[in-house]
């Protein structure tokens, strides 16, 4: 991460790499990719917005209908309205910190730009390959829970035309909500409603989070090039190359201190959608158990209120993880020194591994409104924290 900056188009460039083609494409079908110019780009983001409001609106509706008089479908609805809610956060967050997501990837771009070294880009490489990976499991796994969410309840028209009986089946219910306020009068008007919205907010979810996989395994493999630097210096001191060797330490310093800053901003980038993220699995958790609690003689929405659940339970989990690898990798780099053959470095260079060591002792990590960090214990803690709610929401019941 050199001092010369790299213009807006060449990092554009940059990320139609393969590694990362698939995340720009999805950003740039919601609209979310910082680097894209013109009017376009905002008729997405408000198209996309339109989408998700007006399934809040809808929802609010319902909240106001069934609360206080048929707690089933109020927490049915708060389950749908939490999870537009998330949406919605979402892609505020991240349009509204696109000129901190340009620096990002400028960021990245410029680190692969000035890693020559063989082994360094063969680092990056691999990290980028796991995130490309990932992030195409991603995709598949969120695409298929939205499918089935949306277009399970509409399986037995579909059946009608295929094998039809003496009397035609009915759709599933999507939603027990109050479309008092919708012009929706038959089921084809309700798919294509929950076809759209469902696709929307996929769409917003596999943008933000599968990018947000991309950036945290460039951090990864960052604090992996610092540890190949720092073993690259003890190498070449035991070659008898002092000053080479205080060299390389200066520049994997240098690239930690780097690697921090970058963190940090990603961190302030991503902090509104994950603290909304813990706010609606909380209330995910809470409402969502008494919906299956209620559904439990009727199996097809269970299996579909499970599915909605279990989506969202993963998607904080993945989140959840990606902090946790953070903080061990940097943990790492505080005991890495110690595990080499720091010995035989100058005097001069063991105190620039002071120096390091001294910066790598508190970890680094990620958080959601500055108040929760991301890993999987708290994770666990969230998810206690939740069930106990649901005793409290079963008295109102």
Same mark, same amino acid.
């Given at each position: 991460m050199a001092e010369e900056?790299?213009?807006?188009?060449?990092?554009?460039?940059?990320?139609?790499?393969?590694?990362?083609?698939?995340?720009?494409?999805?950003?740039?079908?919601?609209?979310?990719?910082?680097?894209?110019?013109?009017?376009?780009?905002?008729?997405?983001?408000?198209?996309?917005?339109?989408?998700?409001?007006?399934?809040?609106?809808?929802?609010?509706?319902?909240?106001? %209908?069934?609360?206080?008089?048929?707690?089933?479908?109020c927490c049915e609805n708060m389950i749908a309205f939490v999870y537009s809610t998330s949406a919605i956060f979402k892609l505020i967050g991240i349009s509204t910190t696109g000129a901190?997501?340009?620096?990002?990837?400028?960021?990245?771009?410029?680190?692969?730009?000035?890693?020559?070294?063989?082994?360094?880009?063969? !680092?990056?490489?691999?990290?980028?390959?796991?995130?490309?990976?990932?992030?195409?499991?991603?995709?598949?796994?969120?695409?298929?829970?939205?499918?089935?969410?949306?277009?399970?309840?509409?399986?037995?028209?579909?059946?009608?035309?295929?094998?039809?009986?003496?009397?035609?089946?009915?759709?599933?219910?999507?939603?027990? %909500?109050?479309?008092?306020?919708?012009?929706?009068?038959?089921?084809?008007?309700?798919?294509?409603?929950?076809?759209?919205?469902?696709?929307?907010?996929?769409?917003?979810? !596999?943008?933000?989070?599968?990018?947000?996989?991309?950036?945290?395994?460039?951090?990864?493999?960052?604090f992996e090039v610092v540890k190949q630097r720092i073993r690259q210096a003890v190498l070449v001191a035991q070659e008898s190359s002092e000053q080479k060797s205080y060299g390389i330490l200066i520049k994997a310093v240098q690239l930690h201190k780097d690697a921090i800053q970058f963190l940090q901003l990603t961190d302030e980038a991503n902090s509104l959608q994950f603290f909304a993220g813990l706010g609606g699995t909380i209330f995910m958790i809470s409402f969502g158990s008494i919906a299956l609690l209620i559904r439990m003689d009727a199996y097809a929405d269970l299996f579909r209120v499970v599915i909605l659940t279990m989506g969202y339970l993963f998607q904080l989990f993945i989140l959840c993880l990606l902090g946790e690898l953070v903080i061990n990798a940097s943990t790492e780099l505080f005991n890495f020194p110690m595990l080499t053959d720091w010995h035989v470095l100058p005097i001069k260079s063991k105190k620039l591994i002071l120096f390091f060591m001294g910066r790598t002792i508190r970890p680094s990590y990620y958080t959601a409104g500055g108040l929760y960090i991301m890993n999987v214990q708290n994770f666990a803690s969230i998810i206690k924290t939740a069930v106990s709610y649901i005793a409290v929401v079963l008295q109102f019941r």
């Amino acid at each position: 991460m050199a001092e010369e900056e790299m213009k807006i188009n060449e990092v554009d460039d940059f990320f139609d790499l393969h590694y990362f083609a698939l995340n720009k494409k999805f950003q740039i079908i919601t609209g979310l990719w910082p680097l894209e110019t013109g009017y376009l780009k905002y008729l997405k983001q408000g198209a996309m917005a339109s989408v998700i409001i007006w399934n809040l609106i809808l929802f609010s509706h319902a909240l106001g %209908t069934f609360c206080g008089t048929n707690m089933d479908y109020c927490c049915e609805n708060m389950i749908a309205f939490v999870y537009s809610t998330s949406a919605i956060f979402k892609l505020i967050g991240i349009s509204t910190t696109g000129a901190k997501f340009t620096v990002i990837y400028r960021m990245i771009a410029r680190n692969w730009r000035n890693t020559t070294d063989k082994v360094e880009r063969s !680092i990056l490489e691999k990290y980028a390959l796991i995130s490309k990976r990932l992030s195409l499991i991603y995709i598949i796994a969120f695409s298929c829970i939205a499918t089935i969410v949306t277009q399970l309840p509409f399986i037995p028209l579909l059946l009608n035309v295929i094998m039809p009986l003496n009397e035609s089946r009915e759709a599933i219910i999507v939603i027990n %909500t109050d479309y008092s306020i919708t012009p929706y009068t038959k089921s084809g008007h309700l798919w294509v409603h929950y076809s759209l919205t469902g696709t929307t907010t996929a769409a917003v979810f !596999i943008a933000t989070d599968a990018t947000f996989l991309l950036v945290v395994f460039q951090i990864l493999a960052i604090f992996e090039v610092v540890k190949q630097r720092i073993r690259q210096a003890v190498l070449v001191a035991q070659e008898s190359s002092e000053q080479k060797s205080y060299g390389i330490l200066i520049k994997a310093v240098q690239l930690h201190k780097d690697a921090i800053q970058f963190l940090q901003l990603t961190d302030e980038a991503n902090s509104l959608q994950f603290f909304a993220g813990l706010g609606g699995t909380i209330f995910m958790i809470s409402f969502g158990s008494i919906a299956l609690l209620i559904r439990m003689d009727a199996y097809a929405d269970l299996f579909r209120v499970v599915i909605l659940t279990m989506g969202y339970l993963f998607q904080l989990f993945i989140l959840c993880l990606l902090g946790e690898l953070v903080i061990n990798a940097s943990t790492e780099l505080f005991n890495f020194p110690m595990l080499t053959d720091w010995h035989v470095l100058p005097i001069k260079s063991k105190k620039l591994i002071l120096f390091f060591m001294g910066r790598t002792i508190r970890p680094s990590y990620y958080t959601a409104g500055g108040l929760y960090i991301m890993n999987v214990q708290n994770f666990a803690s969230i998810i206690k924290t939740a069930v106990s709610y649901i005793a409290v929401v079963l008295q109102f019941r």
